[in-house]
């Protein structure tokens, strides 16, 4: 008698771990690295202390790296004035979550597209890491496109949309603003009578 081999629930993993690993994977150590050095050495000026993207999440996740990141984009906007966004150092999680959703609103209007932009609860409780990083290397781009000079870029820079060619002139023969029979076609003196079209009556079926 043949029995059905058991599964190790050890070697067992849910869809969503399956879908975290795979997001996961699409930022290699390096390039986490190198958003924590944009992060903290390019515009907070600060020691980068990355070494991992456990570390770099942990360094996020109560929003005030994010919020004087974004007081720091501000000011390089507009030299001079006051912070744009207030925050504290606080254990207290709707305190957190509320600093993180305020950097979410500051993105949004830097730039950001709704697609690019992480929902609070992917960092606050690393339910989608990868998508954290894709804003960060998102707000990078807008930033460079902004301060080239300043703001390196993490990956590609923005494409710059190119003005369609202009259309050719019309001949002097065919310009002005009336209906040209030469441009469209000419009736040839036709008309509804001549054509035997009515419209709004009823029409004669020969049999």
């Known amino acids: ?3 059905i081999p058991q599964t190790s629930t050890g070697d067992v993993t849910s869809l969503d771990q399956d ?3 795979l997001r996961r994977n699409k930022f290699s150590s390096d390039s986490i690295l190198e958003i924590g050095r944009w992060i903290f050495d390019t515009v907070l000026g600060e ?3 990355v070494p991992s993207a456990s570390q770099l ?3 996020l996740k109560d929003g005030t790296v994010l919020c004087r990141l974004a007081n720091r984009l501000h000011q390089e906007d507009s030299p001079g004035t006051s912070q744009l966004l207030r925050y504290k150092e606080s254990r207290m999680p709707f305190v957190q979550m509320e600093q993180i959703a305020q950097f979410l609103s500051f993105a949004r209007n830097y730039g950001v597209p709704e697609d690019e932009l992480f929902q609070t609860i992917d960092l606050y ?3 989608d890491c ?3 990083f894709q804003t960060l290397k998102s707000i990078s781009r807008y930033a460079n496109k902004k301060h080239p000079q300043t703001f390196p870029v993490l990956g590609p820079q923005i494409a710059t949309k190119r003005p369609r060619p202009p ?3 019309k001949p002097k023969h065919l310009q002005g603003t009336g209906w040209s029979s030469m441009e469209y076609g000419s009736l040839k003196g036709a008309s509804q ?3 035997r079209v009515v419209f709004g009556q009823r029409r004669d079926v020969a049999h």
């Open 19 to 21: 879908l975290q690993e």
């Open 193 to 195: 009578s001549s054509e």
């Open 167 to 169: 259309k050719a002139a």
């Open 130 to 132: 990868a998508s954290v």
């Open 125 to 127: 409780e690393e339910k």
């Open 57 to 59: 999440l942990d360094d």
């Open 1 to 3: 008698m043949s029995t």
């Open 47 to 49: 020691p980068s202390k």
